[in-house]
């Protein structure tokens, strides 16, 4: 080979050299400036670590469990009264429960069974303890799924939309009373989180299966129809899947088979445990369905009571105030963006579209239930999550717009100072109607909870007991805050419905929980009384009921409490008289004072715990 040949050779193979050499400077350099951007703090002030987000959820999720009213006397007989029966052996049973009619999950029933009879293990086990361990489990609970939306949010749309949408989960009223409820509709709030954050998170690949699990966990063991909360993202799924490769779709047809195969397991899950319990082959959410839609005339649920198509939207007003009407108005706001927009990046047909999936179960969720005529606040509450989403991305938007400093602009001619101050007043108003109400709940409706405090002292009535509730019986916290095996027993009042009866305590040749299966005496799906639900009053121990100042008696409904000859007053605590209260005083917290006009005031009657004093009587 020529030398000059080989001269040049050489002078190529360094170069090659020193660009490699380069090039791997270059990746140093890179990764270097990576890890310092790492380190850096966040680049909008807006940003929270999940940590310290889920910290903030767990705080206001625990102040719920100690101090929220029961709302709903279906929590207390449908949930914690079986949930006592399979830990204590006893509890009061609704018609639902028998095994004619099959229409309550008893898998649901015992995963909280579990959490309360593992606080029997704990030290200073009692049952109210165990009341309370299971509302704080549901509280941990609920803000690991709030944690989980929170981040996906964060990651997905905008830190400064996951910041709004934790303010109107921790600020509203709706969230204090749906956050550690023991019903169905709250678990299902639970696992619509989960559902919804799989579906949003494309980042490793789209997750349609375990989106699918989430929601087929919460409409099996929970609420059946909160699957409907699903089909927008199901929709973007099977759309998505159209328009992509060979390869892609055969991805996403396996997804949705894995999806649907969890689901199954889940149903198989739900219809092993409840068989057992109701020793016949019984699908729990099928039965639920059915009900409530093919019940026929004469049942079904409408027979509890029917409201008009505007009251949620009432309802929802109360409760999340102006998140709410933020809800509303996200898809407008949204539309008038992209309308609007000069920006390439708002115009994509991609990011419009999964925007709008989003935003859309809020407002299926509103129109199917508005147009159901027996209506319950605790329906909405599989909702709340995508509630929360809607008004945290409307106020992004209206806040991306307001903070325009183009001086051209009508926007951008306000003064700085000028719109930092509508703002806080805006914020701050919405944290304080939401304090406001929360507050003036528990003041209200708390003394349920507190006036049982006193049967825990053992020197006050013996084990068996019987405590008796007669107009106020839906407001009866459960039999976890009677101890002593006392038992609650109901007392004739003018209501004429069904009450709740009692499982059955057979035990030999029965095997374990024969309550369960045993079909009972007395019950039916049409609301008709059976007046063998009834105790009589001369064998009661004790009683609950309430006094209300000018409240006109009768036979069926005496003034127990004023009836000091035959009654000792044990624990009173102040209960509202929400007939003379006005509507300003029943829906926030006003102070009892002077300042306050006297027709806005909160009128007040008495909820006590009453001991018969005649003993010879029983």
């Not at 006397?73 to 009061?92: A, K, M, Q, R, V």
């Not at 069974?113 to 489990?137: D, M």
């Not at 409840?274 to 082959?281: C, D, H, P, Q, V």
């Amino acid at each position: 080979m020529p030398l000059g040949n080989e001269s040049t050779s050489n002078r190529g193979t360094a170069a090659a050299a020193d660009a490699i050499a380069r090039h791997q400077q270059q990746q140093q350099r890179q990764r270097q400036r990576q890890q310092q951007q790492a380190k850096r703090k966040p680049a909008t002030p807006f940003a929270v670590k999940p940590i310290g987000a889920f910290y903030i959820f767990f705080a206001a999720n625990i102040l719920a469990a100690i101090f929220a009213p029961i709302q709903d006397c279906d929590e207390t007989f449908n949930y914690w009264e079986p949930t006592h029966y399979i830990s204590h052996g006893y509890g009061l049973q609704t018609w639902e429960y028998s095994p004619e009619y099959a229409i309550r999950s008893w898998t649901y029933i015992s995963l909280h069974a579990l959490f309360g009879s593992f606080r029997r293990l704990l030290p200073f086990p009692s049952k109210v303890a165990e009341f309370y361990f299971i509302r704080y489990v549901l509280a941990f609970v609920c803000a690991l799924c709030q944690t989980q939306m929170f981040r996906v949010v964060n990651n997905v749309l905008n830190p400064r939309i996951a910041l709004f949408f934790m303010m109107a989960m921790i600020f509203s009223p709706g969230m204090f009373h749906a956050s550690a409820a023991f019903l169905p509709s709250s678990f299902a709030m639970y696992t619509t989180m989960l559902g919804m954050s799989a579906f949003m998170n494309w980042k490793g690949g789209l997750k349609t299966a375990q989106g699918m699990f989430w929601f087929a966990l919460g409409g099996v063991l929970g609420w059946p129809f909160s699957i409907a909360l699903s089909a927008p993202f199901l929709f973007e799924a099977v759309l998505f899947a159209s328009l992509t490769s060979k390869d892609d779709f055969i991805e996403a047809i396996m997804s949705f088979l894995r999806g649907f195969v969890a689901g199954l397991l889940v149903l198989l899950f739900e219809f092993l445990i409840s068989g057992f319990f109701y020793k016949k082959l019984v699908v729990v959410p099928l039965n639920i369905i059915f009900y409530n839609i093919f019940s026929g005339a004469g049942k079904g649920p409408d027979i509890f009571g029917t409201e008009p198509w505007h009251f949620y939207i009432r309802n929802l007003l109360l409760n999340f105030n102006i998140w709410f009407v933020l809800a509303v108005a996200a898809l407008p706001l949204f539309v008038l963006k992209k309308l609007l927009s000069r920006s390439v990046q708002d115009r994509g047909v991609i990011t419009g579209l999964r925007s709008i999936i989003f935003i859309s179960p809020f407002y299926l969720w509103l129109g199917i239930f508005s147009f159901q005529p027996h209506k319950e606040e605790r329906f909405m509450y599989p909702m709340y999550p995508a509630l929360a989403l809607n008004a945290a991305m409307s106020l992004h938007l209206i806040l991306a717009t307001f903070g325009n400093t183009d001086p051209k602009t009508f926007f951008g001619a306000i003064p700085p100072r000028l719109k930092l101050l509508v703002v806080s007043i805006f914020m701050l108003a919405s944290v304080d109607i939401g304090l406001a109400r929360i507050y003036g709940i528990y003041t209200a409706y708390s003394a349920p909870l507190r006036i049982y405090l006193p049967l825990q002292d053992s020197t006050l009535g013996l084990p068996g007991d019987s405590v008796c509730i007669g107009k106020e019986w839906y407001r009866f916290p459960s039999q976890y805050h009677l101890p002593r095996e006392m038992r609650a027993k109901f007392v004739k009042s003018e209501f004429s419905g069904l009450l709740p009866g009692e499982f059955s305590e057979a035990k030999t040749g029965f095997g374990f929980w024969s309550g369960a299966w045993l079909t009972p005496s007395g019950m039916n799906d049409e609301n008709i009384e059976d007046l063998g639900k009834y105790a009589d009053l001369r064998t009661c121990h004790f009683l609950v009921d309430t006094y209300y100042p000018g409240a006109k008696a009768s036979n069926l409904e005496p003034n127990y409490v004023t009836d000091a000859e035959t009654w000792e007053r044990i624990s009173c605590f102040p209960f509202l008289d929400a007939s003379r209260t006005h509507m300003l005083g029943r829906t926030l917290w006003l102070p009892d004072s002077d300042i306050v006009p006297d027709r806005f005031r909160r009128r007040w009657g008495e909820h006590c715990l009453l001991k018969r004093k005649d003993k010879a009587s029983l």
